[in-house]
């Protein structure tokens, strides 16, 4: 069998199982600024660190990094809400009275998506797991359309809010945290797996023409 065949086959079997592979992921990664609405002690604490009062009202400086992949619906989606499980991964950490706090979970966390209500005209995404919860709130249409996992994004031009729940064993605390100015990472783009296998037949198809006008005894893998 020649080289070009050889590559021919490669590229084939690498375009069909990449494209098998879902073409949308998308990162809201950031940091924010808050303040501490709620700090609560956990149950059976004994002798915390610091009351709750110490907490509550103060400065929260902090970032994050939802990293969602797939999400796979868990049930039908609802009137204004949508339930997926499988989504990705999260982590956060803020430092707080001088002391730095973080969570992280994944891969398999839970999405909920929210559509605005006569009560709450914004729109969300959370996710919430026995150990943390994590929301980010904005406009319509500024975190996604119609419940449907596949059209997440972050706008640019969209203000964001959202909010944070942590329990600490260092601090023997649950901590409410309202995150009330969030900026996000930009980042290069990442071509999606069907361009990807694209560029690799694409590749293999310049280095046959490139062979097809080459004089044959020049011809990669050409029979001796």
């Known amino acids: 069998m020649t080289l070009t065949r050889l590559l021919w086959r490669g590229a ?47 400065p929260v400086v902090g970032s994050f990094a939802l990293h969602l992949v797939d999400p796979q619906p868990f049930e039908p989606p609802g009137s204004n809400d949508a339930m997926f499980t499988d989504a ?7 430092t707080l009275r001088g002391v730095n706090y973080s969570f992280e979970t994944g891969p398999g966390i839970p999405l909920l998506l929210r559509s605005p209500t006569a009560s709450d005209p914004n729109q969300s995404l959370s996710v919430d797991t026995t150990a943390g919860f994590f929301q980010l709130t904005g406009p319509p249409g500024s975190l996604f359309s119609g419940l449907d996992a596949s059209t997440l994004h972050v706008d640019p031009t969209a203000a964001y809010t959202g909010q944070n729940i942590l329990s600490s064993l260092q601090a023997q605390m649950l901590f409410v945290v309202d995150m009330t100015q969030i900026n996000f990472q930009t980042t290069s783009p990442v071509p999606e797996p069907t361009t990807v296998a694209l560029f690799a037949v694409g590749g293999v198809g310049l280095a046959w023409r490139l062979r097809r006008r080459a004089p044959p005894d020049q011809r990669v893998g050409s029979r001796v």
């Open 12 to 58: 084939l079997g690498l375009a069909c199982a990449i494209t098998s592979l879902s073409a949308h992921a998308v990162d809201f990664d950031g940091t924010f600024v808050g303040t501490v609405s709620l700090a609560e002690l956990l149950p059976h604490t004994q002798d915390p660190l610091h009351p709750a009062s110490y907490y509550e009202g103060a």
């Open 88 to 94: 990705g991964s999260l982590s956060f950490s803020y």
